[in-house]
C-alpha cells in the first residue's frame, strides 16, 4: 500500500494505454487516457443527469439534504478514488466505475426496480446492472457513429461485473443470478463482445464496490437519522457503532446532535477505508499478482473487508433493514411507488401509443417481449417526478408519495 502523495502504478492496475479497446475501435484521444474518456462519456451521459431526481434508498420527501442517486453516485465515486490512489491503482477506471454503478436504477430505489422485476417475470425480468449495460451500449443516443456510450472493455467489465463474476467455470450462474439465470441483456452482449463472465472484474472495479458499501453504510445512517426514522443511542445496537458514540462523547462531550451525526458518519467511512485497505494489502501481498489479470483469476476478491469488518457490514445493514427500509413510514410510500410503477407497466405496455413517439415508433406489431422491454426501459429512465407526472396524466388519481 502507498503511503504519501505521490503516484505510483502497480503491476495489477489497469493501463490505459492497453486497454483492450472498444466495440467499435475510435481514434485515440490526445489529451485524455481511454478511461478519463470513460469517465466523462458517463458523466455527460443523459441517465446520468437522471439521478439527480431518482430516490437513493426510498425514504420521504422531506428534506433538501437527503440523499439522491445522483448524490450517492458522487459520494462513491470519492471513495472508489481514494481506495484506488492507495492502492496504486488507475483512479479514472475506478472512478468511472463508481460513476456508472448506478446508471441502471429505476425510479423509487429498490422499491421501483422490485416492482419492475415482477413486471417484467415473463419476458426475462429486470436487473439493475443488466440496464446500466443496455444503457451504456444500446440506450444512450448521443454520437453519430453509435448508440451507447461505446466504452472501453474494462469499463464495461466492470459495471457487469463489479460484485463479483456471474458464471462458474461450469458455465453455471453464481450468486444473486443461480436461481434467476444472468440477464439477457448480458448474455446478448457477451456474445458480441466477451466480458469474461467467469472471472472477477478489476481490482479497480471492486474498489467501486465496496466503495458503494461504504457509502450505503455511512450515509444511510446519516439520512435514517436526519430524517428522524431513529436516533443515535439506536446505534448502540450495533457494537462498532456503540464503539463510535463513545469515542465522540469522550472527545466532545455535550456535542449536539447534528454535530454527532456527521462525526458518526466521517468516523465509519475512516474506519471502514482502512480496513479494506489493510485488507487488500494482505490479500495482494499474498496473492502477488503481477498482471490485472491476476486479480482476475484470483479465487475472491482482491479488495474487500476483513472478516471482522464484512460481519460489521452485515450488522449495519441489518440495523438499517429493521430502522429505516422497512420503518412504516417508509412502507406505507414504498407501497404507494409500488403501484404506480405497476399501474405504469400494465397501461403502456397495454397501449404503447401512450409513450412518445421515439419510445413507441415500431411497436405497433411488435411481439410481447420486445414490447415489454420497450416499456421497461422507458419506465427505467423515469426520474421519480417524471413518474408521478406521467401516472397523473395516464390514470384518475394518483397514490401520495408524502
Known sequence: MHEGGDRWRAAYAEDARASRGRLLPETPSATRSEFQRDRDRVIHSTAFRRLAHKTQVFILHEGDHLRTRLTHTIEVGQIARALARSLGLDEDLAEALALAHDLGH???????????????????????????????????????????????????????????????????????????????????????????????????????????????????????????????PDLGEVPFLAGLLDEIEAAHPGLAPSRAIHEVGRRVITRLVEDVLGEAGRRLTALAPTTADAVRAAPEPCVAFSSGMAAT??????????????????????????????????????????????????????????????????????????????????????????
Open 313 to 402: 457490514d452485515r450488522a449495519i445493514k441489518t440495523l438499517l433493514f429493521a430502522r429505516v427500509y422497512h420503518h412504516p413510514r417508509v412502507l406505507g410510500v414504498r407501497a404507494n411507488a409500488d403501484a404506480i410503477v405497476r399501474d405504469l407497466y400494465a397501461r403502456l405496455f397495454a397501449d404503447v401509443a401512450l409513450m412518445p413517439d421515439d419510445w413507441s415508433e415500431g411497436l405497433a406489431d411488435a411481439a410481447e417481449d420486445r414490447r415489454a422491454r420497450r416499456v421497461a426501459d422507458y419506465i427505467a429512465g423515469m426520474t421519480d417526478r417524471y413518474a408521478v407526472e406521467e401516472h397523473r396524466r395516464l390514470f384518475e388519481t394518483t397514490p401520495d408519495l408524502r
Open 106 to 232: 429505476t425510479p423509487f430505489g429498490h422499491t421501483g426496480e422490485d416492482a419492475l422485476r415482477a413486471c417484467m417475470a415473463s419476458f426475462g425480468g429486470f436487473d439493475h446492472n443488466a440496464q446500466a449495460l443496455r444503457l451504456v451500449t444500446r440506450l444512450e443516443r448521443r454520437y453519430a457513429r453509435h448508440d451507447g456510450l461505446n466504452l472501453a472493455w474494462e469499463t464495461l467489465e466492470g459495471i457487469v461485473k463489479h460484485n463479483g463474476p456471474l458464471l462458474g467455470a461450469n458455465g453455471v450462474p453464481l450468486a444473486k443470478y443461480a436461481a434467476r439465470g444472468v440477464p439477457g441483456a448480458i448474455l446478448e452482449y457477451d456474445c458480441v463482445h466477451s466480458l469474461r463472465l467467469d472471472t472477477f472484474a478489476s481490482a479497480e472495479a471492486q474498489c467501486a464496490a465496496v466503495a458503494d458499501d461504504i457509502a450505503y453504510d455511512a450515509h444511510d445512517i446519516d439520512d435514517g437519522l436526519r430524517a428522524g426514522l431513529f436516533s443515535l
